[in-house]
Structures are given as structure tokens and as C-alpha cells.
């Protein structure tokens, strides 16, 4: 096996680099050191990636180095295809999902060493190994607005058995992750409709909350109309927040379950206020063409948010034509619960080493701002950018006119 890998490791790079960080999932963090200059100029360079590689006769779970995005030395094969994968807390293991089970690879020495039946439906949305004893799986439908439910598998990573099985007639909206298990914020199976927030705990103890705020997806008259409210979670407090577009934050105590609202001081816009005059309450509110936002805690008690909204305008022909708007890149203090809008052309936002990066809709670039509002560095200007992930102080960024990934140091811009 050693020598066929060899003779396929070129392959194997080859297909890593097009592939461009589609199939890798990208897992918590460590600082490693390196004796290698150009590395010395990364502060903080993070634990190897991992990567699923290579074509049906021979596919791979390897490790990748986070910078160079090469793959490192020892793999271990699937029969089948695999789904996000998770490194051991320590990264001396890893953990994928093939078919419905989830099997733990010594990527080292090549081999499986575990396998446990999950027994869940639907695709894998998510997975976390953030505690040596618990690894939590989150299944969900693949399409967003396709009806199904969501289930959340707990599994004892030491006795490697299953815990718990928490099925929800949900589809999910947003999730993320603590080291007491995953937040959700869910929306009803079928259409628009209020919101809900759950929890699967380390005993594998499943909590549900309602909330007074729409989500969810429907289509009518050739249209989908979709509801995607932001969730930031402060895992050190144990508070969840939910924020859709208006003016306003729900606060949720995740240990309680008690909710409180709270109003942002900063004006609405024009639009907002027409919006918030005329929008009926979640239960009766009508399902409007598409409103997105997503968010992330960040430190002292800062919430990054952004977003899109989408509309679609009918041709006098009858044509219909998609058009969309950026939300911008809102800076949420919820010490004073005031906001403000950092950049109005930002429709993504993601936050790496400290710093918010974001992406507009249009050839924008790649620019990020500190958490006191002001802009760091502005880079690839005039270049369409997708953000996909980050790992450490390391951001990974695609570009229109790039075949590959763009490594930027976050610290040095």
C-alpha cells in the first residue's frame, strides 16, 4: 500500500490543489512552531487541515499542511465516500463519516481503528470533537428549503458507542458549535414560520425554546421565498443570539432558557422602517423573497453580522429576474446593545485571528476591520471574493480569476 500511494502522491497533489478546499473541513486551531522562514512570518500557523482526495479506486483522508495546502506524509483509504471530517483534540487521531457510520483513523499508521452505526438521516451538516470523550454529529437536510428533519448523534469517543439520538421535526437554519454541544437555531419542517433554538448537552439532554422571530423557506408562484436569521453564540456565558434584520437582538439564556429582547439604539434606515411598519407579527407574517444574515461572537462582548437580501423583479415578457442587495457588515455591542454599520457593501463577513473579514457581491475584494471599527487591510481589489474558511491566522479566499486558493496572513494583511 505504501508504494502504490507513493506512485499516486503526485496525482494526489495535483487533485488537492483543483479541488481548491472544496472537500476539506477545517477544525479548531492549535500554534505549532516552525523552523522554515517563510512560516516564521505566520504568527500563529494552524494544526494540518484535513482532506478527503483522490478518485474512486483510490480515496484518501489525508492531512494537508495549512499553508501550503500539500499533502503531508500517511493517509488512510475509504471504500467509500466520506463526509466532514474532525481531528482528535490532541490531532493524533481524526474521525470521518462513510455511509452511516462514523469510523476513527490513525492517519499516521494507515489504519481504522473504530467504527460506529450513527443511524441518522439526511447529510452531514456539521461535526465537532471539542472534548477527548465526546464527538457530536449534526445530520440535516442537504437543501435548505427541502422538507426533512435534523438530528443531532451524540457518541462517546472512548467507548466509541452512540449516546443519544435526538431526532427534530426541524429543518436547520444555522448551528454553532460549543464545547457543551451544538446551538441550532431550526425552523419548521415545512414554509415560514417562528423560529426555534435547541440544544443537545454531553449527557446527550436535548433542550427547545420558541422564538418570536421568522425562518424558514417556501416557494410560490415560481419563487422561493426564504427567512435565514444570524446566530452568534457566547460559549464562555452560555448566551445565544438571534438577530434578523430589524433593529433588534433575543438574547437566550442557553442553561435557563429565558429570553429577553433587546433594542439596538442605532436609526433605521428608510427601508427598515417600512419594512417593520408593515411586517405582521412571525406567526402571521407573509413569506417575503429572501432575507439572510449570519453572525459571530467576537471578544468583549461584540457581535460581527452580516448579510444579503434578495428580490426577484417580473419582466413585462414575465420573466423572472433575480436581483440582490448587501445587508453590510454591522458591529453589535450588546454591553450598551448599540450598532453600527462598519461597511455597507459587505454581504459576508467572517472572522479570523481577531479580525472581521469581508466580501462584497461585486468585484469588492477582500478587506477586514478590527473590532474598534477600523479597517485593517484591503486586499485583491477589483476581484470577486468568496471566503471559505480559516484556520488560525491563516484565511483561505476564491477568486473569479484564480483556479486556486489564495493563503492570506490575517495578522500581517
Aim: charged letters at 25%; proline letters at 5%; glycine letters at 8%.
Amino acid at each position: 500500500m505504501l508504494a502504490r500511494f507513493a506512485t499516486r502522491r503526485g496525482m494526489l497533489r495535483t487533485a488537492i490543489a483543483a479541488a481548491a478546499l472544496v472537500v476539506i473541513a477545517v477544525v479548531a486551531t492549535e500554534l505549532r512552531r516552525s523552523d522554515d522562514a517563510l512560516l516564521d512570518r505566520v504568527t500563529d500557523r494552524p494544526a494540518p487541515l484535513l482532506a478527503v482526495a483522490g478518485d474512486r479506486e483510490d480515496r484518501r483522508v489525508v492531512g494537508l499542511d495549512p499553508l501550503s495546502l500539500r499533502p503531508l506524509p500517511g493517509s488512510v483509504h475509504l471504500d467509500e465516500p466520506a463526509r466532514v471530517g474532525v481531528w482528535h483534540p490532541h490531532r493524533r487521531l481524526a474521525a470521518v463519516v462513510t455511509g452511516g457510520a462514523l469510523r476513527l483513523l490513525d492517519l499516521q499508521h494507515m489504519r481504522t481503528l473504530a467504527t460506529v452505526r450513527v443511524g441518522a438521516r439526511g447529510g452531514l451538516a456539521s461535526s465537532s470533537w471539542p472534548r477527548r470523550d465526546r464527538i457530536w454529529l449534526v445530520f440535516a437536510a442537504r437543501a435548505y428549503h427541502a422538507r426533512g428533519t435534523t438530528t443531532v448523534v451524540l457518541v462517546d469517543a472512548v467507548r466509541w458507542r452512540v449516546i443519544a439520538r435526538r431526532r427534530l421535526a426541524a429543518r436547520l437554519v444555522r448551528l454553532t458549535h460549543t464545547p457543551n454541544g451544538p446551538a441550532l437555531l431550526l425552523a419548521p419542517p415545512s414554509g415560514i414560520g417562528p423560529a426555534e433554538i435547541a440544544t443537545v448537552d454531553s449527557q446527550g439532554e436535548l433542550a427547545r425554546l420558541r422564538l418570536d422571530v421568522a425562518a424558514g423557506a417556501q416557494s410560490t408562484d415560481e419563487i422561493e421565498h426564504v427567512r435565514r436569521p444570524a446566530l452568534a453564540v457566547d460559549a464562555r456565558q452560555q448566551r445565544a443570539y438571534v438577530l434578523s434584520v430589524y433593529s433588534e437582538v433575543i438574547e437566550v439564556d442557553l442553561q435557563s432558557l429565558r429570553v429577553r429582547r433587546h433594542r439596538l439604539s442605532a436609526p433605521l434606515s428608510l427601508l427598515d422602517r417600512v419594512r417593520e411598519l408593515f411586517d405582521p407579527p412571525a406567526e402571521a407574517r407573509s413569506p417575503l423573497i429572501g432575507r439572510e444574515r449570519s453572525a459571530t461572537w467576537l471578544a468583549s462582548g461584540l457581535i460581527a453580522v452580516a448579510g444579503h437580501d434578495s428580490d426577484v423583479l417580473r419582466r413585462a415578457t414575465g420573466a423572472l429576474e433575480q436581483g440582490a442587495r448587501p445587508a453590510g457588515l454591522q458591529l453589535v455591542d450588546t454591553r450598551r446593545w448599540q450598532v453600527r454599520t462598519l461597511d455597507q457593501h459587505a454581504a459576508t463577513a467572517h472572522v479570523a485571528a481577531g479580525l472581521m473579514l469581508v466580501a462584497g457581491m461585486g468585484r469588492k475584494g477582500l478587506a477586514a476591520y478590527r473590532p474598534d471599527g477600523h479597517r485593517a487591510f484591503h486586499l485583491l481589489e477589483n476581484e470577486r471574493v468568496e471566503i471559505v474558511t480559516s484556520a488560525g491566522s491563516l484565511a483561505y479566499v476564491r477568486t473569479e480569476s484564480a483556479r486556486g486558493i489564495h493563503v492570506v496572513d490575517v495578522r500581517r494583511g
